[in-house]
């Protein structure tokens, strides 16, 4: 069977349950291993700004 004949021999109920789960996925926030993400991820995610105060680290080379 070819993903055609696959289509043509889906029921109502079927099409139905099918396109649910579609919409439940599409509306979840990706998950993303910690080793497999991007900084380009990331930036799509989260509206990132580098913030760096270097008073702490002032001790470490007083």
Same mark, same amino acid.
């Not at 889906?10 to 109920?13: A, F, G, I, P, Q």
């Not at 649910?20 to 919409?23: D, G, S, V």
């Given at each position: 069977m070819n993903f055609q004949d696959f289509i043509d021999n889906?029921? +109502?109920?079927e099409l139905r349950r099918i396109h +649910?789960?579609?919409?439940q996925q599409k509306n979840k926030l990706?998950?993303?291993?910690?080793s497999k993400i991007r900084d380009k991820d990331l930036r799509h995610l989260f509206n990132l +700004? @580098? @913030?760096?105060?270097s008073d702490i680290f002032k001790p470490w080379f007083i």
């Open positions: 889906l029921t +109502e109920d +649910e789960a579609f919409e990706p998950v993303y291993t910690y +700004e @580098r @913030r760096l105060e």
